[in-house]
């Protein structure tokens, strides 16, 4: 959803609920010089950024999409449920395209690109390098996979290494646990400087990557911010907050 800046401005100061010549007394007062209009605007992309990090998957109801097409969506573009998208997977045979979960709507095709690539790592596993504007997989699955992920692991943590252990046991069970580990689809994200890459388990070396969804970081474009419908209130609360931390409470007296 594309709002202007006015409009998050306007939003914010309904929410602050106090007259804006006040309001603008306020900030001068807690930070002279500053107006409150620039200053919701300077906080914008980290509130966004934040909501997004931690609102549930559930309420992000817009996303950026790769899909097999080697098509890229920046921004955010209106897609179902992950729930629906497994489905609808399951009756295309998994040969998805952004355009099979509603129009293109206002954010467009602004480019076109291969998918990333796969590398094999040995042993089920492999790894890709995230688009420069993830900040939160949404959905990811495998041409091998039956059903995708929309949840990843945390780097380095117990699940993890387990999942990366090698079982040396020598009897038929032991074998087939060893083996069920490594089959079963995961994912992780891996952050090396300014790059991140998503760390892929249970796949063969032949698979192909299907689906790639995230959420994109927010950024300002031509005073215009693009912010999944489904949270752009959790958005506007949240500055709202970081304003009132700045300005401080009203004094009534």
């Not at 969506?73 to 009756?91: C, E, S």
């Not at 995230?130 to 949840?151: A, H, I, K, Q, T």
């Not at 689906?211 to 419908?229: F, H, R, S």
Request: proline letters at 5%.
């Amino acid at each position: 959803m594309i709002l202007t800046i006015s409009e998050i401005t306007d939003r914010v100061y309904a929410l602050l609920d106090e007259n804006r010549e006040l309001l603008e007394d306020r900030v001068e007062y807690a930070d002279p010089g500053t107006q409150l209009g620039p200053l919701i605007k300077a906080l914008l992309p980290e509130a966004a950024r934040k909501t997004l990090l931690e609102v549930p998957l559930s309420q992000i109801d817009e996303c950026a999409v790769m899909d097999p097409l080697g098509v890229k969506t920046d921004g955010v573009q209106p897609l179902n449920t992950t729930d629906d998208r497994a489905r609808a997977g399951a009756l295309t045979g998994g040969n998805l395209s952004g355009g099979n979960f509603g129009d293109l709507g206002t954010s467009g095709i602004v480019g076109s690109e291969e998918l990333p690539a796969v590398k094999w790592l040995g042993g089920n596993r492999g790894y890709l390098s995230l688009p420069d504007n993830f900040l939160r997989l949404v959905w990811f699955r495998m041409s091998d996979w039956e059903e995708g992920v929309s949840v990843a692991m945390e780097y380095n943590s117990a699940t993890m290494a387990l999942r990366n252990r090698l079982r040396n046991g020598t009897t038929g069970n032991s074998r087939i646990a060893a083996d069920y580990h490594y089959r079963r689809p995961a994912v992780a994200i891996r952050t090396r400087g300014r790059k991140k890459e998503l760390l892929i388990f249970g796949i063969s070396e032949e698979a192909r990557l299907m689906e790639l969804d995230y959420v994109a970081l927010p950024t300002i474009e031509k005073e215009t911010i693009n912010i999944p419908a489904g949270v752009v209130h959790d958005v506007c609360c949240r500055l709202a907050d970081m304003v009132k931390a700045i300005i401080g409470p009203r004094n009534w007296s």
